[in-house]
């Protein structure tokens, strides 16, 4: 069983930055694929960024939704048992529930709720001026 606790959300203005973090605790974070999501007011949960599990030959590979890239960064430090989101040039839009997720799938990248195994409680982020 693997426990997720995402960090980091807070009220930002737009155009700024805010590094979210999912600490992972309760199993082995290496073997799993981690992705985050987002749910705004009203809508359904939607892919953020996905970044796979590296090591034993499996090379780092990270996927993001059109709406966030070129300004999110997915990334994971195996040794702190921890995945990172860093959003950049935050828009209105950008204003949602973040969470994170594991997933055992490797390849296709998933992209689906259903495709992950487990989740965190969520972190607000609310883009305003």
């Known amino acids: 069983q693997v426990q997720l606790v995402e960090s980091g959300g807070g009220l930002v203005q737009p155009g700024g930055s805010l590094r979210l973090s999912c600490a992972a605790s309760?199993?082995?974070?290496?073997?799993?694929?981690m992705g985050w999501f987002r749910q705004a007011p009203g809508k359904e949960r939607q892919f953020v960024a996905v970044?796979?599990?590296?090591?034993?030959?499996?090379?780092?590979?990270?996927s993001y939704a059109e709406s966030v890239k070129g300004r999110f960064t997915i990334s994971r430090d195996n040794a702190k048992n921890t995945v990172y989101l860093q959003m950049n040039s935050l828009k209105p839009e950008d204003t949602a529930v973040y969470y994170c997720?594991?997933?055992?799938?490797?390849?296709?990248?998933?992209?689906?709720?259903?495709?992950?195994?487990?989740w965190g409680q969520g972190t607000q982020v609310t883009v305003s001026s």
């Open positions: 997720a594991a997933s055992r799938m490797i390849m296709p990248l998933p992209r689906r709720i259903d495709e992950y195994d487990y």
């Open positions: 309760g199993g082995t974070f290496s073997s799993y694929t």
């Open positions: 970044v796979i599990r590296s090591g034993r030959g499996i090379y780092y590979q990270e």
